[in-house]
C-alpha cells in the first residue's frame, strides 16, 4: 500500500511539474520529490484535493492535495462552468467572502479573478466578514451563488472554499454533483482562466450588512427585557476571526450597552496565536473570555469560531461560577426560549440533524410544533427550507456542533444572530428574576436531563483515512451487543438507508439521502451516533444519555449518574 501511495504521489507531483506553474511551486515540488523522508510528498499529492459537496478543505501548501491557487482555481473554473451553463440565458452573479486565516483575502481574489475572467459579475467583500452574512448577501443581492473562504473552526495549518447557491444555502442535489463533474472535468491548469476583469468586481457596501442587523432585529422575542437591562454584561471573544465585524455591532443594534471584548483576541489573526484551535468547541479556546467574564462580572461568555458560524456559550452556575453549555444544551436552551414565546404554532416547524439530541423533538412535540431531522450538515437543513417554502413556516434549526439558526433570512449557520439570541435570553431571565441556568434546570424538569459526550478520535493522512473506513467496516460486520451495559435495541444504518430492530429483527427504510453513518439506541435510551467527519480527518462518536429530574435541587446528583452513564459507553468504544 505505501509503495503504492508513493507511486500515485510522484506521478501527481511529476504532472504539475510539467504543467504551467509558477517558480516557487516549481522549487518545493522539486524539493518534496529530492526529501529521503516521503511522507510529506505523499500526504500532499497521494490524491487530488476532492471537492465535495461542500467545496473544499484542507491543508495550504504545495500539491493536488492541498490549498493553494491552482486548486482554488480548478473549483472556481467548474464552478463558473455550471453557473454559465445554468443560467445561459441570463447575467450571472456570485457574491464572495472571506475570514481571517492566512491566505483567505489571497483565495478571495484568485475566486473573484477566475469567476470575473469568465464574465461572471462578482461582489466581494473589501473586508473580511462572518460567512452568515455572505449567506444573507447572496439573497440581497439577488446573486446567482456564492463562494466563502474558510476553513471554519479547522485547525491553522487549513484553509477552505464553501460554495452556495442563489438561496443562500450551501450545494445540494442535483447542483453539488453536477459542480463536483465540472470541476473533475478540469484536466489542465490551461483550462484555467485566471485573466481577471478588474471591472466587474464591485465592492459590497455597508448597506447589506445594515439590513442584516434590521432582520435579526425582527425576530428577537421579549425585546422590551433588553430596554429593562441595556447595561448587562456581556463578555465576547472573536478568537482572532471574522467575528469582531459584526458581533459586537449587532449587539449595539439591538440596545445592549456593555459588551466586554477580549482584548488579546480582538485582532484578527490567521496563527490564532493565543488558542491552540480556534474551535469554540473546546474549552481551551474558551479560557480568556471566561476570564474576562469572572473578572467584568458578566451575565453571558460568547465566542466564534474564526467564521463566525458556530458559537461557544458559558453562562454562571447557582454557586455563580462560570460553566460551559455544549452544543445540545445550547440549542435546547435557545429553542426553550422561542417556543415559550411563539404565539401560534400552526404550520410551523423546527429542524436539526439526527446527531442532536432529541430534548429538541421531545419539546417540539409538547409545544405542537414539527420538528424534522436531516443529515448532518446545515446544507441539508437549508435543503429541507427549500422543499417546505409556501407550504410550512421555518422557525428555527440547530445542529449539536454549536451551530444555530433563526429565521430564513440566512440559510446556514450563524453565531452573529446566535449572540443577539443568547443576550436577549440572558435579559429575559433577568427580567424574570432568575438566570439561564436556573432557565435550564426548569427545561430539564419538564423534559427530562439530558447529557451528551463527544468523542473525537484523530486520524491524519492516508493511513489514517484508511483506519476510519475499516472502523466503520468493522461497525457493520461485527455490531455492538451491548454499550455501557445495556443491550442495543434498535440499529440505524443510513448507507444502506435501513433501520433495524435488533430483538425482533424487523426492517423500515429510512427515508434520508445515503450518508456513512451509523447509530445505535440501547435499553435504558442512550443513543450512540458513530460519523466519520466530511471535514477533518476524525472518525466522531456521539454519545446521548437521559434521566428523569424530578427535582432542580437533585440535578449535580442526576448529572453526575448520566456522566458515569457516558463514561461506561465511552470504555466500550475504539480508542
Not at 449587539?251 to 489573526?269: C, D, H, I, R, Y
Request: hydrophobic share 40%; net charge neutral; charged share 25%.
Amino acid at each position: 500500500m505505501e509503495t503504492s501511495l508513493l507511486e500515485k504521489a510522484q506521478k501527481r507531483a511529476k504532472q504539475w511539474m510539467g504543467a504551467n506553474i509558477d517558480a516557487a511551486t516549481r522549487k518545493e515540488i522539486e524539493r518534496l520529490l529530492a526529501a529521503v523522508d516521503t511522507k510529506d510528498l505523499i500526504d500532499r499529492f497521494y490524491k487530488e484535493l476532492e471537492f465535495g459537496t461542500g467545496g473544499l478543505r484542507g491543508i495550504m501548501g504545495t500539491g493536488s492535495n492541498c490549498m493553494n491557487r491552482y486548486t482554488v482555481g480548478t473549483a472556481t473554473q467548474g464552478f463558473a462552468n455550471y453557473l454559465l451553463k445554468s443560467y445561459a440565458s441570463k447575467p450571472v452573479a456570485v457574491a464572495i467572502a472571506y475570514d481571517s486565516r492566512n491566505n483567505s483575502r489571497t483565495f478571495a481574489e484568485i475566486t473573484a479573478g477566475v469567476f470575473s475572467a469568465n464574465g461572471i459579475t462578482v461582489y466581494l467583500f473589501p473586508e473580511l466578514r462572518p460567512t452568515p452574512l455572505l449567506s444573507f448577501a447572496i439573497r440581497h443581492l439577488k446573486c446567482q451563488a456564492g463562494v466563502v473562504i474558510t476553513a471554519s473552526h479547522n485547525p491553522k495549518e487549513y484553509n477552505g472554499y464553501k460554495a452556495y447557491w442563489a438561496d443562500g444555502a450551501q450545494l445540494v442535489p442535483p447542483h453539488d454533483q453536477r459542480v463536483i463533474e465540472e470541476v473533475n472535468a478540469i484536466r489542465s491548469f490551461d483550462q484555467i482562466n485566471f485573466n481577471a476583469r478588474p471591472e466587474i468586481i464591485h465592492p459590497i457596501g455597508e448597506e447589506v450588512e445594515t439590513a442584516y442587523y434590521e432582520a435579526v432585529k425582527k425576530l428577537i422575542p421579549r425585546q422590551a427585557a433588553i430596554h429593562q437591562h441595556p447595561d448587562i454584561v456581556l463578555a465576547y471573544s472573536s478568537l482572532h476571526g471574522a467575528g469582531i465585524t459584526m458581533v459586537p455591532k449587532c449587539l449595539e443594534v439591538l440596545g445592549f450597552s456593555n459588551v466586554k471584548v477580549v482584548e488579546a483576541q480582538k485582532t484578527p489573526n490567521g496563527d490564532f496565536p493565543t488558542v491552540h484551535s480556534p474551535n469554540p468547541e473546546e474549552q481551551s479556546a474558551m479560557r480568556m473570555a471566561l476570564e474576562l467574564a469572572a473578572q467584568e462580572n458578566a451575565e453571558l461568555v460568547m465566542a466564534t469560531d474564526p467564521d463566525t458560524d458556530r458559537v461557544g456559550i458559558g453562562i454562571r452556575d447557582a454557586a455563580g461560577k462560570f460553566f460551559l453549555l455544549n452544543g445540545n444544551q445550547a440549542f435546547s436552551l435557545m429553542m426553550w426560549f422561542i417556543l415559550k414565546n411563539l404565539s401560534d404554532s400552526k404550520g410551523k416547524y423546527l429542524a436539526k440533524t439526527i446527531v442532536t439530541t432529541e430534548l429538541v423533538d421531545d419539546m417540539a412535540s409538547h409545544f405542537g410544533i414539527t420538528c424534522y431531522n436531516t443529515l448532518t450538515g446545515f446544507k441539508y437543513i437549508a435543503e429541507l427550507m427549500r422543499e417546505k417554502e409556501g407550504k410550512e413556516e421555518f422557525v428555527a434549526a440547530g445542529e449539536e456542533s454549536y451551530g444555530y439558526m433563526v429565521g430564513d433570512f440566512v440559510r446556514d449557520k450563524d453565531a452573529v444572530s446566535a449572540c443577539a439570541f443568547f443576550a436577549a435570553m440572558a435579559a429575559a431571565a433577568k427580567s424574570d428574576g432568575q438566570t439561564l441556568f436556573q432557565w435550564l434546570l426548569n427545561m430539564y424538569a419538564e423534559f427530562g436531563c439530558y447529557r451528551e459526550g463527544l468523542i473525537n478520535l484523530v486520524r491524519k493522512g492516508a493511513e489514517g483515512e484508511q483506519q476510519i473506513k475499516d472502523m466503520m467496516r468493522s461497525f457493520r460486520e461485527r455490531p455492538p451487543r451491548t454499550l455501557g451495559g445495556s443491550r442495543v435495541i434498535r440499529l440505524l444504518d443510513y448507507q444502506s438507508r435501513v433501520e433495524i430492530n435488533v430483538v425482533t429483527g424487523l426492517q423500515k427504510p429510512i427515508h434520508l439521502p445515503p450518508s456513512d453513518v451509523l447509530q445505535f439506541y440501547t435499553e435504558n435510551g442512550s443513543k450512540i451516533s458513530v460519523r466519520p467527519s466530511g471535514t477533518e480527518p476524525k472518525i466522531k462518536f456521539y454519545i446521548s444519555v437521559k434521566a428523569p429530574l424530578s427535582d432542580t435541587t437533585k440535578f449535580e446528583l442526576v448529572s453526575a449518574g448520566l456522566e458515569k452513564a457516558i463514561a461506561a459507553i465511552s470504555q466500550d468504544l475504539p480508542t
